[in-house]
Every structure is written in structure tokens, then in C-alpha cells.
């Protein structure tokens, strides 16, 4: 059973940055996929920023640009580095993966990322 535990989430005010840390309790070398959604109150999740199992980033439209997927398979870590943040970023951010095996992706708890205005 894979394991995700978010870190890094915290208040910060616009057009600041914050790093989200995503810390698996496996190898995270061979997958399939890794990346976050994120939901707001209210709204419906949203895919923000993933990779492929070939390395390959892709981000949402509303955050490309501003935010970077990365991974450091040595630490079986994903990270997402959030810079110029808006309110409208403000959510909880979840961290998922996805492998060849289970049918489902596996998803982190969640953390909360709040920026003032």
C-alpha cells in the first residue's frame, strides 16, 4: 500500500511562493504518473500539475508558468514549487499516484495552501 503525506502548505500573500512537498513511502522511480489536483470550498477539484513515468511535466493553464513539478527519486519525493501566488490559488493540495498495478490512483491527505490578498 502506497503512502502520500503532503507538507509544506501555509499562508502567504500574493505574489509570494511556497514549495509543496509530497513524500512517498515507496519508490516513486517506476510509475506511471505523479502530480496534484487542488479544491477549494465549494468548487470542484482541479487538476493542477503532473508527471509522466518518462519525466514529462504538464501544468493547468491557470497555473502554467508560475508553478514547477519536480521529483527527486533518491528521497522518493514530488515536489511543486508555487511562485507568483494569487488568491484564486488558495486550497487544499493534494498529492496522487499513480502506478501500472492498482486501479485507482493513491492520494495524499491533503494540505492547505492560503494566500491574502
Known amino acids: 500500500q502506497v503512502q502520500l503525506v503532503e507538507s509544506g502548505g501555509g499562508l502567504v500573500q500574493a505574489g509570494g511562493s511556497l514549495r509543496l512537498s509530497c513524500a512517498a513511502s515507496g519508490s516513486i522511480a517506476s510509475m506511471r504518473a505523479v502530480g496534484w489536483y487542488r479544491q477549494a470550498p465549494g468548487k470542484q477539484r482541479e487538476w493542477v500539475a503532473g508527471?509522466?513515468?518518462?519525466?514529462?511535466?504538464n501544468y493547468a493553464d491557470s497555473v502554467k508558468g508560475r508553478f514547477t513539478i519536480s521529483r527527486d527519486n533518491a528521497k522518493n519525493t514530488v515536489y511543486l514549487q508555487m511562485n507568483s501566488l494569487q488568491p484564486e490559488d488558495t486550497a487544499v493540495y493534494y498529492c496522487?499516484?499513480?502506478?501500472?498495478?492498482?486501479?485507482?490512483?493513491?492520494w495524499g491527505r491533503g494540505t492547505q495552501v492560503t494566500v491574502s490578498s
Open positions: 508527471l509522466t513515468s518518462g519525466g514529462l511535466a
Open positions: 496522487y499516484l499513480r502506478t501500472f498495478v492498482a486501479p485507482a490512483p493513491y
